[in-house]
């Protein structure tokens, strides 16, 4: 069952393929300026091939079954950037609400073009059009991180949960499982990234760009190096091994994310669980693979 909104969108933009529903994105909880660069980063990474989603999904959706996301439930995406997740969800789900409160919105529409079970609304976290208790299913991926504060995001997002359906959230760690060296290099990029972050758009892409070649590209390769000679537990333990089997293109996408973003919060796994558990999630399952740390819970 799909639900009308609750209250009448401000505006409604007609694509090629679909309506676009535009609401307020006026809200305490945002950030312009972090929804205006992401509304840039993903109208300059703007297509994901199949797949390329269908390999990362593995990673990102390895707790999730078919009791959680079946043809019968009616999920909603929080945050769907390109709508690379609300594709890969779709072909698993009834009907996606995909929401963004950029630009991005539009990319997603292209991307989503032959997708004929999903609804597109301009609307933030904390302006989400939808009555609470309504969906099945909700996920919000790499996004309420971004968000100034993030425990109250995410109840936002629980909110809109019925009882006993589920939520999944994708928020940066904080390096609690890494040792030492690893957070001081963390550190130093820490601080590169204020700077880079800050840059005019068009210089802040092409620098970007050149940290992926210098600093990303070395270590990866390093890694790769590692794993085929069959060393992959050191392998293992190289600063961004996790982009081993990552396409370059999805490799420039992320430095441009790690380093042109203003906010960005971390979480330890203890953390991720308690702020879950405050929202009113029960069955907490954190994923001990990459990324880290994505969960999901159950609405009490």
């Not at 043809?71 to 769907?80: F, L, P």
């Not at 971004?146 to 589920?166: N, S």
């Not at 979480?267 to 969960?295: C, D, Q, T, W």
Request: charge should be neutral; aromatic fraction near 12%; charged fraction near 25%.
């Amino acid at each position: 069952m799909v639900y009308n909104y609750a209250r009448e969108p401000k505006n409604i933009i007609q694509s090629e393929t679909r309506d676009i529903y535009v609401f307020s994105i006026n809200g305490e909880n945002i950030d312009e300026q972090v929804i205006s660069d992401f509304g840039e980063e993903w109208s300059k990474f703007n297509y994901f091939a199949d797949k390329v989603i269908n390999d990362m999904a593995e990673e990102y959706f390895d707790i999730l079954n078919d009791e959680i996301v079946n043809q019968h439930t009616y999920a909603i995406d929080i945050g769907c950037g390109t709508g690379r997740w609300t594709k890969y969800i779709a072909s698993k789900a009834g009907f996606v609400e995909a929401v963004d409160p950029s630009d991005a919105i539009f990319v997603a529409d292209r991307l989503l073009a032959d997708v004929k079970n999903v609804r597109l609304s301009k609307a933030s976290v904390d302006t989400l059009p939808f009555d609470d208790e309504i969906f099945d299913f909700a996920m919000s991926i790499g996004v309420l991180h971004h968000i100034p504060d993030t425990p109250k995001a995410l109840m936002e997002c629980v909110k809109k949960i019925k009882k006993g359906g589920y939520f999944y959230v994708y928020l940066y760690y904080n390096l609690d499982r890494r040792g030492s060296i690893f957070k001081i290099l963390f550190r130093a990029a820490d601080l590169l990234r204020n700077v880079v972050s800050k840059l005019p758009s068009k210089i802040k892409r092409a620098v970007c760009d050149i940290l992926a070649v210098l600093i990303y590209m070395p270590l990866i390769l390093l890694s790769r190096l590692l794993s085929y000679i069959n060393l992959k537990r050191f392998a293992q333990k190289i600063p961004l091994s996790a982009y081993n089997n990552k396409p370059f293109f999805v490799i420039r996408n992320d430095a441009l994310d790690r380093f042109g973003t203003r906010l960005e919060q971390r979480f330890s796994k203890r953390e991720v669980k308690e702020m879950m558990e405050r929202a009113g999630l029960s069955e907490i399952v954190v994923s001990n693979g990459i990324p880290f740390y994505h969960a999901i819970g159950k609405k009490i």
